[in-house]
């Protein structure tokens, strides 16, 4: 009989999502303050100075070969570039509701896209996930946002989606990449390349920028948004993956939305209403059918974990 899961490792994968979905929210405070790209510039900047240590490779690990190469640049240029470009936009025009409901389809746009790419087989009940997902999407996208005009709010669901389809990419590229180096470097290379992908248009918005204006609350916030997003959120994960069979740990993907919505209400006075109400539990309905354990015959590694977003 195999031995259970430490508790603490359930704690870790929690609280890896929760994160996730807490900064998703925040970033809407933050792209008030700075423009979008310097803000994923300075992110991507503080994250590298923060990981330096994780670049090196290990004794044990081998070099990378050009195979490797490529898969991390496309891997940093979804996962890190557009992903951040889509959602820092998304969620300026947008609210952390919607962004929430959008975000919780990350699960069901993986199975999809192994579907595609990878040619894994897609169940009835990883089909209903998907199903609800796009129900949740459908319904977010119809409700009424505070503060955005409908064509504005539509188009900020677009990009969500388009950064839950970024998302996904990352993590169907990132299972050909996790044999071959460790989490940390592959965390350290995918940022070192998505500060260079953004640094030109970075260095524009810089030039023409008061950062005096700037308050200290804004500078703690960004330094939070980048080292969550780039270094705490992927040892959490990591940490409790070691004890939690893969298939059992995507379950706390439901832990992203819920932490993105309960950000948006709590802290950002957002209201929930009518559709809202019935897009989210669409969402987590979706998120819970896509990621339930499914009798694998080996060991019940059957679907594949989420990075940090």
């Not at 919607?98 to 999809?112: R, S």
């Not at 998120?287 to 594949?304: M, Q």
Request: contains cysteine; proline residues 4%.
């Amino acid at each position: 009989m195999s031995q259970r899961p430490p508790v603490y490792a359930y704690f870790f994968l929690a609280s890896s999502m929760a994160l996730v979905g807490s900064y998703v929210a925040l970033s809407k405070t933050l792209v008030l303050v700075f423009p979008i790209f310097l803000l994923a510039w300075l992110r991507f900047g503080i994250a590298a100075v923060a990981m330096a240590s994780w670049v090196k490779r290990s004794p044990t690990e081998a070099p990378l070969s050009q195979h490797d190469r490529v898969l991390l640049f496309f891997e940093s240029f979804f996962g890190n570039f557009l992903f951040s470009i889509c959602m820092l936009f998304g969620v300026s025009m947008t609210s952390a509701l919607a962004a929430g409901v959008i975000m919780a389809a990350i699960p069901a746009m993986v199975a999809l896209m192994s579907w595609v790419a990878l040619r894994e087989r897609i169940t009835a009940q990883v089909a209903a996930g998907i199903a609800c997902a796009v129900g949740g999407i459908a319904l977010v996208s119809l409700a009424k946002h505070e503060g955005a005009a409908s064509g504005t709010s539509l188009l900020g669901n677009v990009l969500l989606f388009c950064a839950v389809a970024c998302e996904a990419s990352y993590v169907v590229i990132g299972k050909k990449l996790t044999g071959q180096v460790s989490a940390k470097r592959i965390s350290a290379l995918v940022n070192l390349w998505g500060l260079a992908l953004v640094t030109p248009f970075g260095l524009w918005q810089a030039m023409r920028f008061d950062f005096g204006a700037v308050g200290g609350p804004s500078w703690t916030l960004l330094v939070f948004y980048s080292l969550a997003a780039s270094m705490i959120t992927v040892w959490l994960w990591m940490t409790g993956l070691k004890h939690v069979p893969a298939s059992s740990a995507g379950v706390f993907t439901v832990f992203l939305p819920v932490s993105t919505a309960l950000v948006g209400v709590i802290f950002l006075g957002e209201r929930f209403d009518a559709l809202q109400v019935g897009a989210f539990g669409l969402a987590l309905l979706g998120v819970v059918l896509a990621t339930w354990p499914r009798h694998s015959g080996r060991d019940g590694r059957s679907a594949a974990p989420v990075r940090e977003l």
